[in-house]
């Protein structure tokens, strides 16, 4: 059955998500384990990937998405893809990326550095190549950086895609689920100053299963300013049912301000758009994913904010709020595992004296 991998990195994000016909799917990367401290429980990124690779007779994904250049989403990179671009990123131990997914942000941002500027670059020549990248949004500002680089606009459009729209390739018959994109809009990378968290990649992937459809968010560093015209949007064009979800992946490691201006005493109040999201939208018993550190008992500068977890837990019932690196256990996480099957996800689990895998009680959705 597909399955949903999220790895304990921390503040850092990476999902790895399988097929039933074995295609490989990853969004994000960030190898941010130090190797020299022996109390950094993250998990070894490269070594966890390449095991899951060996595993299934591999040695590429067939797409890499990373939904903005933030280093919590790109570290690493560069020493863990084979990339087209220069020798330097070549190598037998490298793993290629079939297809690589970017915001257009990625291509027109003045000024990145290390991993981002490495990931740019890879994406500009798989651009000017015309091949082997998805681009997400088609704003003036990419215009012109194809007209600067002699790069034939009108021949690249089946490389891009819109806000609004499903991706090419995938569809619930074939590789038996779809995604459909949210954002960014084109308007968000125009212009001389970019937001990166504004302008990243958020899209809901739908799985069919056995006459099942599981829909999952993942909603990269999403702040409430950006959840609200997203709603909005969405609600316009009588699109609801593409704002469902039976697992939410949070945005930006469970930061309140993924929910609303104020922190609050002690849970953060969601505007009225992204209340609507969370518990209109969601099924009983849904299963909401914070890619972070474990949550704190005191007040925070950075998240995971202890709020803004107050009002997720309350959201979700029993142990349907989970942390990555509180999974199973604090002192000793592991990769967490969502399988989607014929009864909707569950989040795998093992049983400490066997090993074996076992399933949680699934989500259902209402109605």
């Known amino acids: 059955m597909p399955k949903l991998?999220?790895?304990?990195?921390?503040?850092?994000d990476c999902c790895l998500v399988d097929l039933d016909g074995g295609e490989k799917l990853l969004f994000d990367y960030a190898d941010v384990r130090d190797p020299t401290n022996a109390s950094d429980l993250r998990i070894d990124l490269p070594q966890a990937l390449r095991d899951q690779l060996r595993a299934a007779?591999?040695?590429?994904?067939?797409?890499?998405?990373?939904?903005?250049?933030?280093?919590?989403?790109?570290?690493?990179?560069s020493a863990f893809f084979h990339l087209e671009h220069?020798?330097?990123?070549?190598?037998?131990?490298?793993?290629?990326?079939?297809?690589?997914?970017?915001?257009?942000?990625?291509?027109?941002?003045?000024?990145?550095?290390?991993?981002?500027?490495?990931?740019?670059?890879?994406?500009?020549?798989?651009?000017?190549?015309?091949?082997?990248?998805?681009?997400?949004?088609?704003?003036e500002a990419l215009k012109t950086w194809c007209d600067d680089h002699g790069v034939p606009w009108q021949e690249r459009h089946d490389l891009f895609t819109d806000a609004g729209t499903l991706v090419d390739g995938f569809t619930k018959a074939a590789q038996?689920?779809?995604?459909?994109?949210?954002?960014?809009?084109?308007?968000?990378?125009?212009?001389?100053?970019?937001?990166?968290?504004?302008?990243?990649?958020?899209?809901?992937?739908?799985?069919?299963?056995?006459?099942?459809?599981?829909?999952?968010?993942?909603?990269?560093?999403?702040?409430?300013?950006?959840?609200?015209?997203?709603?909005?949007?969405?609600?316009?064009?009588?699109?609801?049912?593409?704002?469902?979800?039976?697992?939410?992946?949070?945005?930006?490691?469970?930061?309140?301000l993924s929910l609303g201006?104020?922190?609050?005493?002690?849970?953060?109040?969601?505007?009225?758009e992204v209340r609507w999201l969370f518990e209109v939208q969601g099924t009983d018993g849904g299963i909401v994913v914070s890619t972070s550190d474990p949550i704190p008992t005191v007040d925070s500068d950075q998240p995971p904010h202890r709020q803004a977890a107050a009002y997720y837990r309350r959201r979700v019932a029993g142990d349907g709020f989970v942390v990555t690196m509180e999974h199973p256990r604090p002192s000793r996480p592991e990769p967490l595992v969502i399988l989607i099957g014929r009864s909707g996800a569950r989040v795998e689990k093992r049983n400490p004296a066997s090993g074996f895998a076992l399933a949680s009680q699934a989500a259902h959705r209402a109605g």
């Open 5 to 12: 991998t999220f790895f304990p990195l921390g503040n850092a």
């Open 57 to 77: 007779g591999r040695y590429f994904f067939d797409v890499v998405a990373f939904t903005h250049a933030d280093d919590d989403h790109v570290c690493g990179m």
């Open 86 to 139: 220069a020798a330097t990123y070549q190598g037998a131990d490298r793993v290629k990326i079939r297809e690589l997914w970017v915001p257009a942000a990625v291509i027109v941002e003045e000024g990145l550095e290390n991993d981002a500027r490495v990931l740019q670059a890879e994406a500009q020549h798989r651009l000017r190549k015309g091949a082997g990248i998805r681009i997400f949004s088609r704003p």
């Open 176 to 256: 038996g689920v779809e995604f459909f994109v949210h954002s960014p809009f084109a308007e968000r990378v125009d212009g001389e100053l970019i937001d990166r968290n504004r302008c990243s990649l958020v899209m809901q992937a739908t799985f069919a299963v056995g006459g099942c459809e599981t829909r999952v968010i993942l909603s990269a560093d999403t702040t409430w300013k950006d959840f609200v015209p997203m709603v909005k949007v969405t609600r316009w064009h009588e699109n609801d049912d593409r704002l469902e979800w039976d697992v939410f992946k949070l945005p930006h490691h469970c930061s309140y």
């Open 261 to 272: 201006p104020e922190k609050g005493s002690d849970a953060t109040a969601p505007v009225e």
